[in-house]
């Protein structure tokens, strides 16, 4: 028989599950606290549960975890990046970086991705499939598991496309804001999509306070359409309105992420067109410097440009900053340690 996994099942559902099976419902909020606030890898660990009990639960449920593949920690020891597999063999990454300002981890959403982004290293395999809320919660437990301490903010950030995933993601965005859970703020939460635009439409109705990413990276559609081909279906114009729609519904900034790639987006002809899209809006602009992809022969600029695109936007009052690298030595960016396991695993077969 297939074994229940608890992670991704919340609190009442499992509640319910052992009043059917004649377990007294408060074990469920113990197995809980052993998994959300003491990170516990296994059964056997919970020690405040009769050893019978514990011995039953291993032969029914499974905590849902996956198993932890690879783990990698920068030389500054901050930013430690893991790889997990779940049952059918689909690796995923997740990361940890510890901040002054408390632990932040960045999730997958999905194995792979199919937005095709010119750019990205998660998207040269396609999207294998969509994760579970278990799955992406799973993620969040090896983060908690090796930073020892509270997880403060969260990013959904990692491989894949949330708003693609939909349901499952805001199962879990739900989730990790319980109490019982890892009782994260929902400003504290943030959604990074390339601009699936019914979906904003959606998430702005669910009345949750999370903050939205935009990836932008261009302030022109010719151009962001050979970035990333999502922008022939849903183009700037409408990406822009509905931004605008998800500020002014939930009274929260929206961060636009613009990747700053050399001599192709970071130009003063693109500086003139995000100032003039941008203008007047409730908005952040994230730069990052593009993580190289060689084969494409993008490079990121030199310091001096990168501060001169800031300085630009800052001056005509459109808030800009420029994303502190974190963990660069263990190739923090999305999709590459997966890539390697995937290549790896292809010689082995
Ligand atoms: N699909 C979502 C979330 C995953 S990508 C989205 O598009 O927002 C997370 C962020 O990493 C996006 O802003 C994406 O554009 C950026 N990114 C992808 N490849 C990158 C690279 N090579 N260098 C820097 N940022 C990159």
Known sequence: MKKVNICGLPL???KEQFKSEDIAPFRAAQVMEWLYKRAAADFSQMDNLPLSLREKLAMKYDLGLGSLVAQLTSKDGKTTKSLIEFADKMAVETVLMRQSYGNSICVSSQAGCAMGC???ASTLHGVARNLSFGEIMAQALYNLRASKAPINNIVLMGSGEPLQNYDNVLSFI?????????NIGYRNITLSTCGIVPRIYDLAQEDLPITLSISLHAPQDELRSELMPINRKYPLHDVLAVA????????????YEYILIDHINDNEEQIKALVSILRGKLANVNLIPVNPVLERGFNRPSNKRVQHFQQSLLKQHINATVRREMGADINAACGQLRNKYMQEKTKKS
């Open 118 to 120: 010119s750019f990205c």
């Open 244 to 255: 605008d729609y998800y500020a002014q519904k939930t009274k929260r900034r929206v961060t």
């Open 12 to 14: 009442n559902e499992l």
């Open 174 to 182: 739900r989730e990790v804001h319980e109490k019982y859970s890892l």
